[in-house]
């Protein structure tokens, strides 16, 4: 989908071409894309007024719909370490007071401690280096409040639909699937409590999970 030609400084993958990546992810989904971002946000909890956290926001599809469900007195902050995807985003979310973008990293948030009630990213992990999943993730960690919440969620192939399977073989979805195959233990290591996992068909999977009130 080709790179940022001026990312943040990251070892993971910046994507560029924002216009292209959306055009390519809506006929991907083949119409689903709406539905299996909405079924996230519930799955995440995301409540009016709440301050969410999209890491890896790319063109800003996600945060935007996470700008509805949190309402005029919540707050979406979306990351990106690409320059393009946050000019796009921006520009997308237009005067909306409610979702901001910035250019920043994954492993690196530039955010103080405690600063949000939910951090989501998906399909961000299978484009870090293996050795930085881990810290990315408690990095998401430690800008939740203690009780708050996490959702990150990474590619998955249908297992039944042969039309499905065939499509993420044919883009090589199914080998990015592969990349990262299991997200529970990844969030036992950054120290989440009360992990969970489940599905966003057609092409998500997640794990959701709770900082624990006592931790820092």
């Given amino acids: ?41 519930a799955a995440a909890g995301v409540r009016p007024g709440h301050r969410v956290l999209d890491v890896g926001c790319g063109t800003g599809y996600f945060a935007r719909l996470l700008a509805r469900a949190v309402g005029p007195e919540g707050l979406v902050v979306g990351i990106d370490p690409s320059r393009e995807m946050i000019a796009y985003a921006t520009r997308k979310a237009g005067h909306a007071r409610n979702c901001e973008f910035r250019v920043g990293t994954a492993e690196s948030l530039d955010f103080p401690a405690e600063h949000f009630d939910v951090v989501v990213s998906s399909l961000v992990l299978h484009h870090l280096p293996e050795d930085l999943r881990v810290p990315a993730l408690r990095e998401m960690r430690r800008v939740l409040q203690p009780g708050g919440k996490l959702l990150v969620a990474e590619a998955q192939v249908p297992r039944h639909g042969f039309g499905w399977r065939l499509l993420a073989r044919l883009h090589g979805y199914d080998r990015m699937a592969r990349e990262v195959p299991h997200l529970e233990p990844l969030a036992a290591q950054a120290a989440f409590a009360e992990i969970r996992t489940g599905e966003a068909p057609p092409w998500l999977r997640y794990a959701h999970a709770v900082k624990a009130p006592s931790a820092r």
């Fill in 1 to 41: 989908m080709g790179h940022s030609s001026h990312p943040a400084t990251t070892r993971g993958h910046a994507l560029g071409a924002p216009r292209l990546y959306d055009i390519f992810v809506e006929v991907f989904f083949l119409g689903r894309r709406r539905t299996t971002f909405q079924a996230l946000i």
